[in-house]
């Protein structure tokens, strides 16, 4: 499995964690999630979720209002509760 733009893989032998990394800076906020392996059965589950919550993160920014050209504190609440959920 390759990386994608903004999903990184983790598959380091010597670190307890495999997995896939989300992260996503958009208007001076950046979001990070980390989808480990075992936790979603297995590398391409977690590479599914974190793909479905990259989409919903990217239309909720992409969507959002800006202040003075950052992303607003509802928007960034909103992100970090997607990002919970997943």
């Known amino acids: 499995m390759k990386s ?13 964690f495999q ?4 992260c996503l800076s958009r208007a001076g906020s950046t979001f990070t999630k980390y989808f480990s392996d075992k936790k979603y059965g297995g590398g ?5 979720a ?4 990259l989409k919903s993160l990217k239309d909720l920014i992409d969507n959002s209002r800006r202040v003075n ?5 509802t ?10 959920d997943a």
């Open 44 to 48: 391409r589950k977690a590479l599914k």
């Open 19 to 22: 997995g896939w990394r989300l």
């Open 75 to 84: 928007t960034i609440k909103k992100a970090e509760k997607i990002l919970k």
């Open 4 to 16: 994608k733009k903004n999903l990184t893989r983790f598959t380091y032998e010597t670190t307890a």
């Open 50 to 53: 974190a793909d479905e919550t």
């Open 69 to 73: 050209g950052k992303l607003s504190k």
